[in-house]
């Protein structure tokens, strides 16, 4: 039972609807479920007020001092290196305390890289004590390292899981310490997000009757089926195991007609692409409403304003015009502005512009071709032919195979020239893919 007026209870009472209203009477862990089923929040909605929610559940159980008596791995960590320039201050997030001991310490980077293991090994540790979920970063590393004898468990603390994947893996010292930098950025990266979701929480409110839904997680959901489960990936590649689900299934039931019809020009085929792209591009939608909400601009007009030179009230077919020259990725775009959208840095539309241009810029290509690889590569397509027509999403998407001859044959050059390189890329994910790509001119790519 929570404390009247306590953390728990201003934790819970900012979520009250018309179909949820906070019961002080039943367990946290309890009543924190079945906010999270009333709300009908998906997986990534489901960590980021989790971790909010611990917080707060620790603060309760420990009024004095917050944290520093549930964090007992991270506190012994800091308090070592507590001297006459440093105090460890159990209230900031672990990160931003790491980086004020490094710089109380004036470490340099092999002595910044040397302790940053020991505290990621602290935070890991203590997520697993918490009984945390896994974070989507650390759940990306793992999945690309299953196998046959390894299938990552959502369930278990993270730090066993990649003792036994190493375990089972038997690698050498080379390639584990490699493999052990990639876990580390992994749990970082969570953590990271972690710090800055609990921080953001009291000014990120939702309104009476909003229901925050991960359309994407809740769509794939709904598809779970014999042979595939969702859990909690990157949307386009959960559809892509969806699709090879799928794929077995109709060739099962058509033998009979696979000489004269194939799965991807079939009616379940094409029906299931267009409803998954179709849920993306409501996202997409929904991401440039907040945008206008925030600017008074028309959704053409923001995305003018992201990649265009001060050319921001222009009318569509003009924007049609700028935005011909812009290679970027639909999903890379996404991932670019859903978070800071949901806790905008300023009301100001001229300013937001001027803060997130750099993002903008980030994502994109500098030509049509580099774009289509990367997007073959990762598996980030979004199809010309699915989007709408009159839609603003089909300003920024670009014929690349139709238009493009020879593209497959661009592909298999490039993978022969990048060889190792590319390989080791695709380990690490589509950040790794993309840095590569930007990293000097291709032979493979420059002649188009």
């Known amino acids: 039972m929570s404390t009247p007026n306590g953390p728990l209870q201003e934790f819970f009472s900012q979520f009250n609807f018309q179909r949820y209203t906070y019961n002080p009477h039943k367990p946290p862990l309890e009543e924190f479920e079945r906010l999270c089923q009333e709300r009908q929040w998906g997986p990534s ?26 964090n007992v791995l991270l506190q012994e960590f800091f308090s070592q290196f507590n001297f006459q320039g440093y105090t460890h201050d159990s209230h900031k997030p672990p990160l931003e305390e790491f980086k004020r001991l490094c710089q109380a310490r004036k470490w340099g980077p092999s002595k910044i890289r040397k302790h940053e293991t020991a505290f990621l090994h602290a935070i890991g540790s ?85 229901q925050e839904v991960d359309l994407l997680a809740d769509w794939l959901k709904k598809q779970e089926c014999r042979g595939y489960r969702y859990q909690g990936g990157l949307p386009e590649l959960e559809f892509k195991k969806l699709v090879d689900v799928k794929r077995k299934e109709w060739k099962q039931a058509h033998r009979e007609l696979e000489h004269c019809l194939s799965w991807k020009h079939s ?3 094409e029906s299931l692409r267009i409803k998954f792209y179709g849920v993306v591009e409501k996202v997409f939608n929904i ?27 222009v009318g569509k077919n003009a924007a049609k015009t700028i935005l011909k020259k812009v290679f970027v990725n639909i999903f890379d775009f996404l991932d670019a502005f859903q978070e800071i959208l949901k806790n905008p840095p300023t009301t100001d539309r001229q300013e937001l512009l001027r803060l997130l241009k750099p993002r903008a810029i980030e994502v994109q290509f500098p030509n049509k071709m580099m774009l289509g690889v990367y997007s073959a590569l990762t598996n980030r397509v979004f199809p010309v032919s699915v989007a709408k027509a009159d839609g603003t999403l089909a300003l920024l998407l670009n014929f690349i195979k139709r238009v493009l001859k020879g593209f497959g044959g661009v592909m298999r050059r490039f993978k022969k020239e990048a060889g190792d390189e590319l390989r080791a890329a695709k380990k690490e994910g589509r950040v790794a893919i993309r840095s590569l790509l930007l990293s000097r001119e291709w032979d493979s790519l420059s002649h188009l």
């Open 45 to 70: 909605k489901i960590r980021k007020h989790k971790a909010a929610f611990l917080l707060v559940f620790e603060r309760e159980q420990d009024p004095r001092g917050g944290l520093a008596a549930s």
């Open 126 to 210: 203590e997520q697993d004590l918490r009984g945390g979920l896994a974070g989507p970063n650390v759940i990306e590393f793992f999945r690309k390292y299953e196998y046959q004898r390894f299938t990552y468990d959502l369930d278990a603390p993270i730090q066993s899981e990649f003792q036994r994947l190493v375990g089972l893996r038997g690698w050498g010292k080379a390639n584990l310490s490699k493999v052990t930098r990639r876990f580390n950025r992994a749990v970082a990266l969570d953590a990271r997000e972690q710090s800055v979701y609990s921080a953001s929480e009291s000014t990120d409110p939702e309104g009476p009757g909003m």
């Open 267 to 269: 009616l379940e085929f």
């Open 287 to 313: 991401l440039l409403d907040r945008f206008c909400q925030i600017t008074g601009f028309t959704p053409w007009q923001v995305l003018v304003g992201l990649y265009g030179e001060g050319q921001e009230s």
